[in-house]
């Protein structure tokens, strides 16, 4: 069902000749979204200054823009640079809700412990009250950076930097508001933003279409910035060995995954000349657990690969042994980040 939902939504010509009754069924939701935004532009809400620089990533639309390789990629940079950085994240998904922590297992959230595992030295914070916890992360860990996760919506921390994420094969889907359609604000809320990064696999026309429809929507555009993603390989599941596309290329491959747009892997998998016979597609955020595995392995054909993405591994790695962790190849992928230069006085 939230695969069906998700096409209807990211398709442009969904909504052809419906316009109006695509406004009337996302009017409650509207009326909400454009009264708090209201509040905060009138300072009646109240917004919280932290003692570090704030730089914010987030999108306009649910799912699927790339947030989380967008952050580790930033927060990999700066760490270079000697610069003491904190993640702070909502934990979507999380089956064990932390108010603040470091995430542990999965269950705090499946990108946030990806986050950890890949950044050992970089405290990724969890808790939804993400205002709060930048007053806590301040005073533990002492940041020059604090690095907001799907923050554009969280408007109750101020920041330095406001990153809006944008799909440049998806851009705005059938370009209406939730439920009918993916975005979360209406296209004018992109006057936050302090920068556009068009991310994934930018296509030629991406950067023209998405001027086109801000143009449409009377919005200045901001900087406009493509920030392709890149694989980096595969991995074997079990002990984080490297492998090849050969090694895979003469045994039956499927393909694994619980993200928000499958499509996109199957391009990354295309990619690196794997072509599965089969995509096991589950919901963005899927909690696996045993009768998952027990089917896999029931339907595993001799000498089969299973190929998932970082997000999926960190979920499935403690549930899978024997020939299906050892046939499983991890998909690496990298965000290409620019440097970060809006004039700011930021320490980057």
């Keep these: 069902m939230k695969q069906r939902i998700a096409r209807f939504h990211d398709s442009p010509n969904a909504l052809s000749g419906a316009r109006g009754l695509a406004r009337a069924a996302s009017w409650p939701y509207a ?17 919280t200054q932290a003692a570090a620089h704030v730089v914010s990533i987030g999108n306009l639309t649910t799912g699927g823009t790339g947030k989380t390789p967008v952050t580790l990629a930033l927060a990999e940079r700066w760490q270079a640079m000697g610069k003491r950085v904190v993640i702070l994240t909502r934990g979507y998904g999380a089956r064990q809700p932390l108010a603040y922590g470091r995430p542990q297992s999965p269950d705090h959230g499946d990108e ?8 050992p ?23 020059d950076i604090l ?11 101020a920041r330095d930097v406001n990153i809006a994420l944008i799909d440049a094969e998806r851009l ?13 604000e209406p296209l004018s809320a992109l006057r936050r933003a302090d920068a556009l990064w068009l991310t994934k696999t930018p296509c030629d026309d ?21 920030v392709p993603f890149e694989p980096l390989g595969l991995f074997r599941l079990s002990d984080d060995a490297p492998l090849t596309a050969e090694a895979l290329a003469d045994a039956p491959t499927r393909a694994l995954c619980g993200i928000a747009h499958p499509a996109s ?33 029931a339907s595993r054909v001799e000498g089969e690969w299973l190929a998932t993405t970082e997000k999926d591994a960190v ?3 403690p549930l899978l042994s024997g020939p299906l962790a050892a046939r499983t190849a991890v998909v690496r992928l990298r965000a290409i980040v620019p440097p970060l230069d809006f004039s700011l006085n930021l320490p980057l």
């Design 112 to 119: 946030a412990y990806w986050l950890q595992c890949l950044l």
């Design 121 to 143: 030295d970089i405290p990724v914070i969890v808790g939804r009250h993400r205002a709060d916890n930048a007053r806590r992360a301040v005073e533990d860990y002492h940041p």
């Design 31 to 47: 009326a909400v979204v454009a009264s708090r935004n209201w509040l905060y532009d009138q300072n009646w809400l109240a917004v």
């Design 172 to 184: 705005f889907g059938n370009g209406a508001l939730l439920p009918v359609g993916p975005l979360r």
């Design 315 to 317: 979920k499935l790695k």
């Design 147 to 157: 690095l907001l996760d799907d923050g554009f919506q969280y408007r109750r921390l």
């Design 206 to 226: 991406s950067e023209s279409r998405l001027r086109a429809l801000l143009r449409e929507a009377g919005i200045p555009a901001p900087p406009i910035i493509r």
């Design 265 to 297: 892997f199957e391009r990354t998998l295309a990619q690196l000349g794997l072509r599965p016979r089969q995509t096991l597609c589950f919901a963005d955020h899927h909690a696996y657990d045993e009768t998952d595995v027990a089917a896999l392995a």
